[in-house]
């Protein structure tokens, strides 16, 4: 019999099966101060031939700087400028694979993401979509995409969220905010350039910085924990403990919160997040309140889950002055928290992970109303 025509199970046996995850990294990466006068020398052999544009994916907060200049165009290289006010939407995704494919008779060389995580969301989402068929809330799930997307780079200019080294993108669809996770998803190439976040604004920083903080904690606290993902949280956490609470120099503050992202981003793709980010999707959902300050919002209040975090996470806020915003919720009707119960339940592995196989005995609607009504 040929291997071909033979049953898999018959080649590996049922109780060999084991279910670890196979994830995908990314292949490339630069860091440094100053690489991104690397990226011209970086695309040039991925460019397929002169009718091949790159797409530059630029957060518009940069249109007019100097490092507008910086981006290597050359032949029918476009850049388009993306508001991140707005978390990244599928129907975004779609317009802009649209705009791209009327635009040019061929494929783009590549796309390249240049923002925080929404912009590097929407980026990798717009690659998988120019290959892929149909809407991109097709795509929302686990493991949907059939074809590889085109080449994409990620270039952070706000650190914390992971996005440059996650196998999703987060994206507000018709029906749900839900990734498209797949291990076509993941950058070919990440730039990290620290001094790229030298704007970045206070309160952002810190907000952008403790959806890390976040992912350390729920990853370390959580029944997913394994060597891998504490090597790479306990990094990470040590890390966002240097920069929030030492009195470090600028530039090594850059440099580290940038590590501490993508460690953190790593520890999370070998376990899972928790509490904070189940309940945080609920605020984004009704509210369209924006990841990082969603998961301050809620984190504040979960002293009985995450004790340690909380308290550490007091002191930074301290530190550095930062005022909550309150009363989020206060205004809120009994339909408008059970929308965001019902999102923040939706989320089982995260409750999983935090609490264990029996969460359903701990995490009720109207345990997370209560939380909610503090925010
Ligand atoms: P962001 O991209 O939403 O940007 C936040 C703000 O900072 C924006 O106003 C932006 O213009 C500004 N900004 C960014 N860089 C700047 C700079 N250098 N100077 C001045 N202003 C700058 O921020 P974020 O917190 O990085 O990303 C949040 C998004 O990331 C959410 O959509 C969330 O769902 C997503 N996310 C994705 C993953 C993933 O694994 N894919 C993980 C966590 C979060
Ligand atoms: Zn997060």
Known sequence: MDIKSKNINTIISPELKTNFKNFPMVPRVIFGAGCFGQLGEILLPKRVNSEAPFIFLVDDVFEGTDLISRIPLIF???????????????????????????????????????????????????????????????????????????????????????????????????????????????????????????????????????????????????????????SYGEKALELCK??????????????KLMMASWHGGMSIAYSQVGVAHAMSYGLSYLLGVRHGIGNCLVFQHLK???PEGVELFNKMKEKHNIQLPKGICSELTNDDFEIMTNVALGLVPLWENAIGKEWRTIITPEKLKSIYQKI
């Open 304 to 306: 009985e889950f995450y």
């Open 76 to 230: 029918n290289d476009q850049i388009i400028f993306i508001s991140a006010d707005e978390e990244p939407k599928t129907d975004q995704v779609d317009a802009l694979v649209h705009k791209i494919k009327n635009d040019y008779d061929h494929l783009p060389s590549g796309i390249i993401g240049i923002g925080g995580g929404t912009l590097l969301d929407l980026s990798k989402a717009v690659a998988i979509m120019l290959t892929n068929k149909g809407n991109a809330y097709q795509y929302q799930g686990w493991d949907l995409v059939k074809k590889p997307s085109i080449y994409h780079v990620g270039i952070p200019t706000i650190s914390g969220t992971g996005a440059e080294v996650s196998r999703t993108t987060v994206l507000l669809g018709p029906e749900k905010k839900l990734g498209i996770n797949s291990d076509y998803t993941t950058f070919d190439q990440v730039l990290m350039d620290p001094d790229l976040t030298k704007g970045v604004p206070k309160e952002q920083w810190f907000y952008t910085g403790m959806d890390c903080f976040i992912h350390c904690i729920e990853s370390l606290n959580g029944t997913y924990l394994n060597a891998f993902s504490q």
């Open 242 to 255: 240097e920069v929030y609470l030492e009195d470090l120099q600028m530039d090594e503050a850059r440099n």
